[in-house]
């Protein structure tokens, strides 16, 4: 029987099947003469389907008539965002928040078995087109033409990396065949057409202003999640927030300082009142990446939840994921230097200068974190620790491999771990979406093994899938409880501690509006706020304004002596870290110090020299006047 018949099976080993093996091969072979024989060889003719969408064309002719769609983060980053790129020509829409009916939308028209936030993203987008077609009385066809869709991309180990391919079919599936779909990938680029017809201009100034957006959502978010929770005047922080990121936008799409515009805002989250004696349990929240991030139904709107039941959030910034992605180029290069010669892959190093490029990234490091000091700084969000990338990684890759990348990788177990060793919060609360491969093997694998080992630690794991808002939500209530009555207890022990009452600190507070301030951060001693501030001001209470003085100088005395003493050992640990992250950069400092120091020996010696001269001039007795010359005579 022929293989191409009916009834055709392959043979069992050892069973005669009742093929003749020759004569198959035979056929294979004319078959194959044939083919040679009519295509002229290997050539043959064959059109292979080609999917416009993978390569979305926006051209800078079409920029004047269309618009940039971008959503996916926060609130503020995306206003922000949309004022950078207003500022540098493009029109430019923001897509609210995904909720619940963009999920609808996801799961219809997107792939079974994908993780929440894809159907949550994807599904925000097709919603936003069909209602705005249908608002417009629009075709699909229009739409296809004045939108363009502009979001973050990866290769990445988990779903991420299939987000382009979601995008495509569900936009297909729900008539919207051809939509530009732009994918900024986190490494690499953008794809679009290129050279001087390209519709965006992947240019300095993008980077620069997309990077003062996400920095300065960020410090504003923080100050919101700062203040809000202690404001004895519901809804001014918000007011003053929302003041600030208008004007903050109105810098980016005029090209006016952005930091004048945070010290602006500054001034008016200053005028808050707050009640810093409210023990409120501080909860960080930590997980997935946009389930933890986003404010919308996402998440059930997390954050605000947790503020309403008398929580302090402790969020993730998007510059810590950036920070992030700097730790991973410089990991990944150290381990790949190794390999050099012998590792061909797409990342392998070949001929980069590897020192170079370490450098790079360790200036980038340092660059970022700067900005984000100083953005802090002018809008009032002092005080806060950027988290130390090595720091994480070493403190869980006992127990998460740093290669595994999914998700946040290790992040959220190091996080976690840190959290409890330093005592910097009351509660961790773990976002894991449905469906989401990497947060899943965390969150209720690795994570509860991390309980057992530290089991003060208050640990929530919650999942997130759109309809269980009632379950996670009196989930978080129970975990809460427990939050709050260790923030009770541990503000409690701090006034016995003090001998002070919740009233004298209360009345300090009133009498000294500095340290009442919600710009101003007390040092950390505590897992909540109101403990960190008594734990400030405790030793001030009682005394007399000139006492007040007095003791503060002498605190502030014996801070700078302590740094002082501290000053050698902490620069001895940078300069043991620079030259792990960065071995160029040091030997390159050191040769410029060689070369520079007789330069500056000789001037020194130059200026030593001047110096003397000028002494001895000084110091040598004026010359008596010479005589008259009648006197003489
Ligand atoms: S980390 Fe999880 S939720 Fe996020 S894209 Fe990957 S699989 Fe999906």
Known sequence: MSSNQPGFRLPVLGEDAGIDIDAELRKLDEEAAQTAAVGGGLKVDTEHWYDAMVDPQFKKSQRGDTTLLVSGLTAAHDYLVKAAMTGLGYKVEVIDAPDNDALRYGKEFGNRGQCNPTYFTVGNLVKFLTERGRRDRLGARDMVDKYVFLTAGACGPCRFGMYATEYRKALRDAGFDGFRVMLFQQKGGLKQATGDDAGLEMNPKFFLGLLKAIIAGDVINGMGYRMRPYELEAGATDRALAKTKLWVHDALVNHTSVLAALVRGRRELGRIRCDWTRPAPRVSIIGEFWAMTTEGDGNYQLQRFLESEGAECDIQFVTNWLLFMLWEGRYDTKLRAELRGVDNARKGLGKVDIGKKLAMLFVADLAIRGAFHL??????????????????????????????????????????????????????????????????????????????????????????????????????????????????????????????????????????????????????????????????????????????????????????????????????????????????????????????????????????????????????PPAAPSAPAHAAA
């Open 375 to 620: 953005f802090g700084a002018c809008v009032g969000f002092r005080g806060y620790h950027l988290p130390d990338m090595d720091e994480i990684a070493e403190t869980a890759h006992r127990y998460y491999n740093n290669n595994v990348r999914g998700g946040e990788g290790h992040m959220e177990v190091g996080k976690f771990i840190l959290n409890v060793l330093h005592n910097k919060v009351h509660m961790t609360l773990s976002v894991k979406p449905f469906g989401c491969m990497p947060s899943s093997g965390v969150s209720d694998g690795v994570q509860s093994m991390i309980t057992g080992l530290y089991p003060q630690s208050i640990f929530c794991a919650i999942e997130t899938s759109g309809d269980g808002k009632v379950n996670v939500q009196s989930r978080v209530q129970m975990y809460l409880f427990k939050a709050r009555q260790a923030a009770q207890k541990e503000y409690a022990e701090a006034l016995a501690q003090f001998g002070v009452t919740a009233e004298q600190v209360r009345a300090f507070f009133d009498a000294h509006p500095g340290w009442a301030s919600g710009l101003h951060r007390a040092p950390h001693a505590a897992g909540g706020t109101a403990a960190d501030r008594l734990h400030e001001v405790a030793a001030f209470i009682g005394k007399s304004p000139a006492g007040v003085a007095r003791l503060r100088a002498r605190r502030l005395a014996s801070q700078a002596i302590a740094a002082a003493r501290a000053l050698p050992g902490r620069l001895a640990r940078m300069r043991a870290k620079l030259m792990e992250k960065s071995p160029i950069l040091v030997q390159r400092a050191k040769e410029e110090w060689n070369d520079a120091r007789p330069i500056l020996a000789e001037r020194a010696k130059a200026r030593v020299s001047q110096v003397a001269e000028t002494v001895v001039r000084l110091g040598r």
